[in-house]
Every structure is written in C-alpha cells, then in structure tokens.
C-alpha cells in the first residue's frame, strides 16, 4: 500500500480500491493508512490526505522538509561552482545535473511542493533540457506534462504557434503546442530549467492565452541575477546565479530568498 501510493503523488486511491486489492475489510484498510502515515510524517517525507466524499479516498502528499531542502540547494550550488563548469561564451555547464534521475527526483519534489498550493492541471515546459525537470514537477503534482516545440510536429496534429522574442538575443522565435494537448480552461505551472532574460517564459504565457489557459505559476531551476527587470515577474527559482566570470573562472551562484523565508 505504501508503494502504490508513494508511487503515485497526489493522485486519490478509494477504500475500496485498497479493500478489494487486499481482499481485506475497509476498517483495516483505515488502519494500515494510520500506520503509514504516522511513519511519514515521523520521517518528514510527506503526508496522506484523506478526501471525504463519494469520489473520495486517500492521496500521498510528497514533503519537501525545509531544513533538508536548503542542505541541498547550497550542495547544489556548491557543485555547480566548480570552475571547470565554466563553457565558452560564460555559459554554465549543467547537462549532468538535469538528466541525474536522484538529481530530477530532487528538484521535481521541492518545485512541485513550492506551486502545490496553486493546484495546476498540468505542467509545461519548453523542449529540451526542460523536460526532464518539468516531467519530475508533473509526476509530484500527480499531473500531465506538455512541451512546447520550436517547430510543430505533423503527428501531433493541427497545432497553435506564435512568435516570440527571445530575451538573451533579441531573436524571434516560433513556439508551438499541438491543438488537442491542452484543455481550455484548465490550470498551467510553467517549469524550465534556465531563466536569464525571460523571453521563453513570457513566450510560454503568451501561448497559454491562445488556449485561454490561466498560469498557476512560472518555476525554474536557475535564474540569472541579471537583468534583474525580466519579461517576466512572477517567478520562482532554486538559485539564483550571479556572475560567471571566464577570465577569472569563478561563479557566483546562490540559493533563492524564499527557501529561507518560507517552509517549502
């Protein structure tokens, strides 16, 4: 039971689906969901919700333990630091952190337990190296994932693109999503790995609008400290990066104020 629902965040598991799988009574079904419970919340990994109700049953909340969290931002920054990272051009090489499955379960908990509260229906990013954190956001949020691509693809169907303005090179760019993808009316948390100007973000709720899709919130692994006035305002980021310096190779990189200032 524990496995079922630890495997499945935020999705909702009736009585009677774990009475029926266990061939046992719905009062023991109540007490083994006690048990494991109290063993979460003893070891801080998360929650069980119960929801009342016909459609109700019980959900596995992940936790993001403010303490741990902050350990392992400032880890985090202290690997990326390294001077070796530094690429041509004061780009920060982080390929091996953002397709790290343990790295991915990681970042995914703390973003997803940072928009819980907005309740997203799904989560966007934008293709590529976005997608592996954004696909770890979903699976904590219990949701689906979408990405959007720099060229529509002829097996998704009829698709929705706009031009937007890259922030870093002032460039136009396209971004499409496929038609069928999105639901109006529905809730969308935008995740990215990389944020310096914030063009792709803004491109991303510019998208949305076609789909007349509301955004429960923008979250990012990275942002840059500048330029600090982004096209976009309301966001969240795990670090921020200060400088790369290519002469001197040293890199500033922080974690974000609001791991210190709220419990995740």
């Known amino acids: 039971m524990t496995r079922i629902l630890c495997s499945h965040p935020n999705q909702i598991f009736t009585l009677q689906y774990f009475s029926d799988l266990f061939q046992s009574a719905k009062s023991t079904v109540c ?19 119960t929801i009342a109700g016909a459609g109700g049953g019980v959900k596995f909340v992940p936790a ?18 390294d001077p070796s990272r530094i690429l041509p051009g004061g780009f920060l090489y982080m390929s091996d952190i ?3 499955p343990q790295q991915l379960i990681r970042i995914g908990g703390i973003l997803a ?28 949020l219990g949701c689906p994932l979408v990405a959007a691509t720099r060229d529509g693809q002829i097996t998704e169907g009829p698709s929705v693109s706009i031009n937007y303005v890259a922030a870093s090179s002032r460039r136009i760019q396209t971004m499409s999503l496929p038609k069928r993808s999105i639901k109006e009316g529905t809730r969308a948390l935008i995740v990215d790995d990389f944020m310096k100007g914030g063009g792709t973000a ?54 974000s104020p609001w791991l210190y200032a709220n419990s995740v």
């Open 31 to 49: 007490e083994d969901i006690g048990i494991i419970r109290d063993t979460l919340t003893a070891f801080r990994l998360g929650d069980l919700e």
């Open 64 to 81: 993001a333990e403010k303490e741990s969290t902050e350990e392992y931002i400032r880890s985090l920054c202290d690997k990326l630091t």
């Open 98 to 100: 953002l397709f790290d």
């Open 113 to 140: 337990s940072r928009f819980l509260s907005a309740k997203p229906d799904f989560v966007l990013t934008m293709e590529t190296k976005g997608i592996p954190v954004a696909v770890m956001t979903a699976f904590a």
């Open 202 to 255: 803004r491109g991303m709720v510019q998208l949305l609008k076609e789909f007349n899709v509301e955004v429960a919130g923008i979250g990012v692994v990275i942002a840059t400290k500048e330029p600090r006035n982004k096209m976009v305002t309301d966001y969240a980021s795990l670090m921020i990066l200060e400088e790369v310096d290519e002469e001197e190779k040293r890199i500033k990189l922080s974690p």
